[in-house]
């Protein structure tokens, strides 16, 4: 059977018979209703309780009377009524036992409805102040290296893909401008750090073989007073190298650094790496990932089964991905997502495919509880905008030649 509503007649006899003082057990065959429901909705509209004094002994009907006032425990109706508390609860269960709408819960009685669900306080001290006291490069779950100067706001970025003849230096420069000016002191880079060389770019790349593109990134990267780059290397591109000839370009770069008066890039690994961020009672980890695959019919599609791929006890508590050149902020299974957009202009691949390119970087905020978990994340998207497609001039043998490339793909 389903509820039985109320209607405005039936509350309106009711009102009226409470006012006169008509005991519940008399409205029951008046209203047609059970003595817990009239006793209920009694309650729900503040009216007089009333019922048969012959019910109640004198304990119970004093008990009514006080607890109907204000809460009271059951050592002080004990003292009251110079009784046991014991005697205090058989009174109220029998009371309770017969309709009468009176609890007792954590030994305090009380006259009315109320929800069993706790009053919930949350300490919002922990939302401020934050900052992550260690941070370590993690391989294999096992703490590899610490990584100085992480703090609460760092730079995010990914696919700047030196070399290219839609490289973006100029967009590249201004974020790190950016980052200066904001007192940023750690910038996240998501891979494809430069374009590589493959069949597929051979006539799209500024430079020509291995050792002058990585010499072409180590003299034109930008690099400014306090600031360190901590970069991935990404399966594609640079990542071509690796697969053809196992090389790993982000080692070579950190070494070869020193040459050109540099100090300020850390390789944290091939496609992606691991980063715990340690407070005082605990930690958080933030994942840095070069995806795969092609750019999905919705931006946000490929990080969303990338992180519901993650097993149990692996999901990380910030993903940061490189590789679509798409920027967007999105927190699947609770994870805060960022794609890192790019600072490479729209190619022609990119052109023939109907994929935009997203230029610009972030800065992200954190707090960081003293428990270890993210309880603020604070991402701020810097754009810039596109310049005139193929200002870079190539010629039409080298536009077939491309488009036959595409094609094969």
């Given at each position: ?16 018979l ?9 409205m ?18 503040g ?75 949350i ?41 290219s ?42 430079t ?63 496609q ?53 050149h ?15 957009g ?14 935009k ?23 701020e ?12 001039h ?16």
């Amino acid at each position: 059977m389903g509820v039985k509503f109320w209607t405005s007649k039936e509350l309106e006899t009711l009102k009226r018979l409470s006012s006169q003082g008509i005991p519940i057990k008399e409205m029951t065959s008046l209203l047609n209703r059970s003595y817990n429901a009239i006793a209920k909705r009694i309650s729900l509209l503040g009216l007089n309780f009333v019922d048969t004094p012959t019910d109640l002994n004198e304990l119970e009907e004093a008990l009514l009377k006080v607890a109907k006032q204000k809460k009271r425990s059951l050592i002080n109706l004990a003292n009251t009524f110079n009784v046991g508390p014991n005697t205090i609860k058989k009174a109220v269960t029998s009371l309770h036992e017969r309709g009468y709408v009176i609890n007792i819960k954590d030994d305090t009685v009380s006259v009315g409805y109320h929800s069993d669900n706790p009053v919930i306080k949350i300490d919002t001290r922990k939302f401020f102040g934050g900052k992550p006291e260690k941070a370590y490069l993690l391989r294999d779950g096992k703490r590899i290296k610490t990584i100085e100067g992480f703090n609460y706001k760092f730079g995010a970025i990914a696919d700047t893909h030196l070399g290219s003849k839609y490289e973006r230096l100029d967009v590249l420069n201004a974020l790190y401008d950016i980052f200066e000016k904001e007192g940023v002191k750690i910038v996240l880079h998501g891979g494809n750090y430069v374009d590589g060389e493959f069949r597929f770019n051979k006539f799209e790349t500024k430079t020509h073989g291995f050792d002058e593109m990585i010499d072409y990134f180590l003299k034109n990267y930008p690099k400014r007073k306090g600031i360190k780059t901590l970069f991935i290397s990404g399966d594609d591109h640079e990542g071509w190298w690796t697969q053809q000839t196992g090389i790993d370009p982000g080692r070579v770069i950190e070494e070869r650094q020193k040459e050109y008066g540099r100090d300020d890039l850390v390789y944290l690994g091939y496609q992606e790496a691991n980063i715990e961020l340690k407070s005082s009672k605990g930690k958080a980890l933030l994942k840095i990932l070069h995806g795969g695959m092609g750019t999905s019919y919705a931006d946000s599609y490929r990080t969303q089964k990338m992180v519901e791929s993650f097993s149990e006890g692996e999901k990380p508590h910030i993903l940061l991905v490189g590789h679509y050149h798409k920027a967007i902020y999105h927190t699947p299974r609770g994870v805060h997502t960022l794609l890192l957009g790019t600072t490479q202009g729209q190619t022609r691949f990119m052109r023939k495919k109907e994929l935009k390119a997203y230029l610009g970087g972030w800065i992200v905020e954190i707090n960081q509880s003293p428990t270890g978990e993210i309880n603020r994340f604070k991402p701020e998207w810097i754009p810039f905008w596109g310049k005139k497609f193929y200002q870079e001039h190539i010629t039409s043998h080298e536009v077939k030649e491309l488009d036959d490339l595409i094609n094969e793909t």
